[in-house]
């Protein structure tokens, strides 16, 4: 606000009086003294202070502002003018006629109308002496205070701090000035952090004693706890926005915070490793879990590796080299790290290596990686050069132990920006690969348990296309999706005398190996009997008495004969899906008067029904694994299956195509059921004559023998 001169005129030029206060806590005077000792300027501030409006005082004598009168102010305005400037404390007089001790600065300047003036400034000695207090205080505790100090600006860059702060960082004072606090400290939840520090912007409620573990830049490898205070500034004339803050270092004191941090860090990788480790049972799968949750939080690269051991019951001899095989590995640091972890698949470490060290006592153990580590560890030179280029400055190897038995290593790397292993970090380590050797032992079993079982099954189903003069067949065998079980789904081609062919499809419930041996022993048999001429209810009937013998429980089964010489099938069924025919004219019948029980209940009969079969008909035998599925009825899934079954196909047209339309057409993707599918064209002797069918009659299952009775047998319990 520009000051008043004689007559109301705007003051413009030299004689600007400040609208505000000196540190918005101390009031200026600014006013004008002419060559006659008049008050020729009057500022805001002047009428606070003394009283005067710029009309009472504007023209009259400048003595009327002291208690001494006009000889005071006569010298004052010759000071001005001999010394060129001067400043001092004088008696002021109030228009209320009080006094008042009042700090003067005055100096000589030349007016608008190129007249000598002197402008004065005047504040009350209290005030001054307030805020000289606090600047001698402020000034001496940024230099003296063992407490950290610092101004942030409002993206929370450093402005101003103390020695002591920059002590705490390990950092120079210049090397803090315009940068980030995440640049200078890493803090262990950096953002909520960040989030109290814009709350106290923004809202301006001050944060008193947060207690805040980190790791500052110049300190890499010590931890802090530090309690920080944070404050708004008074945004005072020129002065940006922003906050203060207090900082305190109290590792010392609550270094137990910091120990219970780490325990609490390590608790959450553990309980981590043991949610997303061995979620499948599929062995580079789990190893490569154990590599997913152990970056980047412990470690900056991992690799997993199994021993190749002649057999589980092999010694460790210290004195001959360990070949592993390579199995999963990870890193987040730059390349050649990714090189150095990925690119090998076979590993042999030489007598006396870091890892023969962790073999003899069967823990964890961790080593710098110097030029001894790398002569005695790294047998090829190249690799021991990505790892000295890799960045990695020392590695932590594990032994993962499973039933008393090392089954592999587990090898942890640290760049030089992250500390040493320590010892609680062997500890983790250990219990990371403990639960990781269980999940992989786990996994091992059970992929050798699934070798045996599909090794078994391969062994027990038709290992070759099977056909005849008589029948032309395709056959199909699907599993279901699990991973690592077989089913007891089964199918045999069976040339028989006399230009006959056996068909037959069966199913054991269950999977597994118990399923897979079952289904072994029901085809075996089936085999046996089928070439000594058995009838279709008769070989179903010795069937049963298997299964409840072999303890069976369930089990289904369609057996069918079928007659070159006349074009005729025999069939039985043990409760097993209905058989299908396709006509040459494309119309596809479902022969489902044969039924039955299913193996293994035992107490009923089966019966065999007789049929004719036209020259080029094309049966359709399958397991419930091709019609069933869930959210589809058994219904709708038969009538699938005829409908693909009656699409147009020539006599010629081979059975293999047909085949794959129909199972892709069918099953869902991935089957959820194992599926067996056989096709079979059926084709009669040269020369012979079609004979008109006989009726269809029923037969027993067994011929007359002990537990007949009037035509029926005695009902067994099913086990």
């Known amino acids: 606000m520009p000051s008043v001169r004689p007559g109301g005129e705007q003051a413009q030029g030299p004689f600007p009086s400040e609208p505000g206060t000196l540190l918005e806590h101390v009031s200026v005077a600014v006013f004008g003294i002419d060559e006659d000792g008049r008050v020729c300027h009057w500022g805001p501030g002047a009428r606070d202070l003394f009283g005067h409006e710029a009309e009472q005082v504007l023209t009259r004598p400048a003595g009327l502002l002291l208690a001494e009168g006009p000889d005071e102010a006569a010298r004052l305005t ?74 942030l600006d409002e993206d929370l860059r450093y402005v101003h701090l103390n020695q002591a702060l920059a002590d705490m960082d390990g950092l120079p004072i210049a090397e803090h000035l315009g940068r980030g606090i995440d640049e200078i400290m890493l803090v262990s939840d950096a953002t909520e952090f960040r989030r109290m520090l814009h709350g106290v912007a923004e809202d301006g409620v001050p944060v008193i004693g947060a207690l805040t573990g980190l790791r500052p830049l110049g300190r890499p490898d010590h931890d802090q706890v530090r309690s920080v205070s944070f404050f708004p500034l008074s945004r005072a004339v020129g002065t940006p926005p922003g906050l203060g803050g207090l900082i305190v270092d109290v590792t010392d004191r609550e270094r137990a915070i910091l120990e219970a941090a780490a325990g609490r860090r390590r608790l959450a990788l553990l309980d981590r490793a043991s949610t997303r480790i061995g979620t499948t049972l599929d062995v580079g799968r789990t190893a490569g879990e154990l590599v997913e949750v152990a970056m980047p939080e412990f470690c900056d690269g991992a ?28 890193t987040i640091l730059p390349p050649p790290a990714d090189e150095l972890v990925g690119g090998v698949e076979r590993v042999r470490y030489p007598p006396g290596s870091a890892i023969h060290d962790m073999l003899r006592t069967g823990r964890p153990v961790s080593s710098v990686v110097d030029e001894a580590f790398l002569a005695r560890t790294v047998v090829i030179e190249e690799r021991a050069r990505l790892i000295a280029e890799s960045g990695v400055a020392c590695i932590l190897v594990a032994p993962l132990i499973a039933r008393g038995t090392v089954q592999g290593i587990a090898l942890f790397g640290r760049s030089g920006r992250r500390p040493a292993f320590t010892e609680d970090d062997l500890a983790l380590a250990g219990e990371l690969a403990s639960r990781a050797a269980i999940c992989l032992d786990n996994a091992r079993l059970y992929s050798r348990v699934q070798d045996i079982s599909l090794t078994l099954q391969r062994a027990l189903l038709p290992s070759a296309q099977a056909n005849s003069p008589y029948a032309e067949v395709a056959h199909r065998y699907i599993p ?229 009775r009037g035509g029926t047998y005695r009902t067994r319990r099913p086990r």
Not at 113 to 142: H, I, P, Q
Not at 502 to 530: E, F, N, Y
Not at 604 to 633: C, K, N, Q, S
Request: charge should be negative; hydrophobic fraction near 40%; include cysteine.
């Open 480 to 708: 279901g999706g699990r991973i690592t079980e077989v089913g007891g789904d089964w199918y045999d081609v069976i040339e028989l005398p006399d230009h006959r062919v056996a068909l037959v499809v069966g199913d054991v419930m269950g999977h597994g190996v118990p399923a897979a041996a079952a289904m072994g022993r029901l085809r075996i048999t089936t085999k046996a009997l089928a070439r000594h001429n058995a009838e279709p209810a008769a070989m179903l009937g010795e069937l049963d008495a298997l299964a409840q013998e072999a303890g069976i429980e369930l089990a289904t089964c369609l057996y069918l004969v079928y007659d070159a010489t006349n074009g005729r099938a025999r069939i039985a069924s043990a409760g097993h899906p209905p058989l299908l025919v396709r006509h040459p004219d494309g119309t596809v019948r479902t022969v489902g008067e044969v039924l039955g029980v299913p193996l293994g209940v035992g107490g009923f009969p089966f019966r065999t029904t007789e049929i004719e079969l036209p020259e080029h008909a094309v049966l359709a035998l399958y397991t419930d694994g091709l019609i069933e599925a869930r959210g589809r009825d058994i219904e709708a899934g038969l009538d699938a299956l005829r409908a693909e079954l009656g699409r147009p196909t020539g006599p010629t047209d081979p059975l293999d195509a047909v085949a794959d339309r129909v199972l892709a057409g069918l099953l869902p993707d991935p089957p959820t059921d194992d599926t067996v599918l056989v096709l079979a064209r059926v084709h009669r002797t040269p020369g012979r004559v079609p004979q008109p069918p006989p009726v269809t009659r029923a037969r027993a299952a067994r011929p007359p023998g002990p537990g007949w």
């Open 78 to 151: 010759g000071r001005a003018r001999t010394q060129g400037y001067w400043r001092g404390r004088l008696t002021a007089r109030h228009r209320d006629g009080t006094d008042f001790a009042c700090g003067f600065r005055v100096f000589p300047v030349n007016g608008a109308d190129g007249r000598s003036e002197v402008l004065g400034l005047a504040s009350r000695s209290e005030e001054l002496d307030r805020v000289k207090t606090n600047l001698a205080f402020l000034d001496a505790l940024f230099t003296t205070c063992p407490i950290g100090l610092v101004m």
């Open 303 to 330: 690799v997993v590796e199994v021993v190749e051991w002649m057999d589980e019951s092999e010694l460790f001899d210290p004195a001959r080299p360990l070949l592993t095989r390579r199995i999963a590995s990870g």
